[in-house]
């Protein structure tokens, strides 16, 4: 599987206010925290040191008992845009209606604008794009076209606007995307779509395994055209995505408290679950070389494996009430807004789609990842095996 996007290791946010009071800019501050005697000392989001007895550094070096920090500004343009405009009430679409939309003629014409964001790994048994697809079905390739080249960052606001008026997205078109892997990078796609203000998105529930392999619906090589669209992005809505400094403070609040939840947030690792107790980085059959240097988990996450909450046969969701008790069983306090996460983001889209969007909860994706956080010099980390692991465990 390809690395996606994200900010880089050991942010930390300042915040712009404009006269609006809504637009903020994100600064990100990368903080390195030398060892302490409880363990660790980790800088907290405002470079002040998390242990009250020690100074910062200047970045000439740190005697013992100072916490170093080092500084990376990057801005991410964003506002606080709340929840109103992100949860709907019907999040899902399945086969039988977009079979009857199809079968009705022009998807633009009756305002559907269908997209597949598939991986399309050669192992996949399901039928690449380019081969055959949904009819009427437009590609986007999430390596490309969401993220600046050379960085892990989404495209700008002008560029995702570029995009969705090429998709001929209009500002009450009904999104449905679908894609391969039980929708991992069509939730993906649908959380950015999210985040830049597009607001009737929709998944085809099960993807293309429920439309291809389990229903044997048809597949079309004919790629539609359809007009430009009018849509204007809005900047990102920041309140459905967590920063890695956001992040920290929850974890040294849960790690401060021997990995007991205390912080203001869920977190939800949606790993499986030998990535999460610390065996391996990744998990390698599906995921190859790709991994951090330090493995386990963040201090006081739940483990909740995202196909756990999927019908192993058609890919489909499992119904709303199912979903929410295999979350309240592992621990999840839903008087409590949740940030979710994997190693890259994709996965955790697809658990933030179904506690966002399915359960309508309040959801951030940390989509920085433990490609992020396990890769962070000083970052807490949580590993069940009593062992050291990854690069610096000998592994």
Partial sequence: MSTEDSTPAGDTPTQATSNSGLKTGIAIVAVAALAGTAGFVVANSTGDSADTGTTTSDGDGATAGESATTVTSVNIPGENRGYD??????????TDWLAERIDEGDLYEQGIVLLDVSEELASSELTPYSEAHIPQAQYVNWTTEFTQENTREFIDQDQFTELAQRLGIEDDTTVVIYGDNNNWFAAYAAWVFNLYGVEDVKLLDGGLHKWEVYDGRELVEEVPSVPEGSFEAQPQNHDIRAFQPEVLEVAEANAAADGEVVGDYNLVDIRFQDEYDGEVGVNAEIFEGEGASIWGHIPGAVN????????????????????????????????????????????????????????????????????????????????????????????
């Fill in 85 to 94: 405009d992100v949860h709907t009430d019907e999040p899902l679409v399945d």
């Fill in 304 to 395: 909740v494996p995202w196909g756990s909450i999927v019908d192993s046969e058609t890919g489909e969701f499992l119904p709303a009430d199912e979903i929410r008790a295999i979350y309240e069983e592992a621990g999840v306090d839903f008087d409590k807004p949740i940030i979710a996460y994997c190693r890259i983001g994709e996965r955790a889209s697809h658990t933030w789609y179904a506690l966002s969007q399915v359960l309508g909860e309040d959801v951030k994706v940390y989509d920085g990842s433990w490609s992020e956080w396990g890769n962070s010099v000083g970052v807490p980390v949580a590993n069940n095996t009593g062992e050291r692991g990854g690069v610096w465990g000998g592994n």
